[in-house]
C-alpha cells in the first residue's frame, strides 16, 4: 500500500482535498495527477491517548482500507481516527468508510 509520507504532500491534501466526516472516522479527499497511484495515509492524534491507544485505531483504519480496496488510483486519501475508532471493529470502520468514499463519489 503507497502511503502519503512527506509534508508537502500532506499540506497539498490539507489545501486541495475536500473533507468528510462520520461518527468512526473522518477523511480527506483530494485528487491526485492522471495515471498517478493513489496514496493513503493514516492519522491518529495526541489527544486522543497514549501511544497504545493511537497504535490500534492506526491498525484499525488499515484494515479496513485494505478492506475498502484503497488506494485508488487519481486519489490522495487521509484517514483520520477518532475517540470511536479504537472501540469498533474493522468491519465496522469499513462500512463506515465505504460511506464516506461514496460521498466523496470514488
Known amino acids: 500500500m503507497k502511503t502519503i509520507k512527506s509534508k508537502r504532500d500532506f499540506e497539498r491534501v490539507f489545501s ?49 482500507a485494505r478492506a475498502c480496496g484503497l488506494p485508488r488510483d487519481g486519489f490522495d486519501i487521509i484517514l483520520f481516527s477518532t475517540s470511536r475508532t479504537h472501540d469498533s471493529s474493522p468491519e465496522q470502520v469499513a462500512a463506515s468508510l465505504r460511506r464516506l468514499l461514496d460521498k466523496a463519489g470514488i
Open 16 to 64: 486541495r482535498g475536500r473533507r468528510y466526516n462520520e461518527g468512526l472516522l473522518r477523511i480527506r479527499v483530494a485528487t491526485s495527477d492522471e495515471g498517478v497511484p493513489g496514496r493513503v495515509a493514516f492519522v491518529a492524534a495526541k489527544r486522543l491517548g497514549n501511544a497504545v491507544f493511537r497504535n490500534r485505531c492506526k491498525r484499525v483504519l488499515r484494515e479496513s
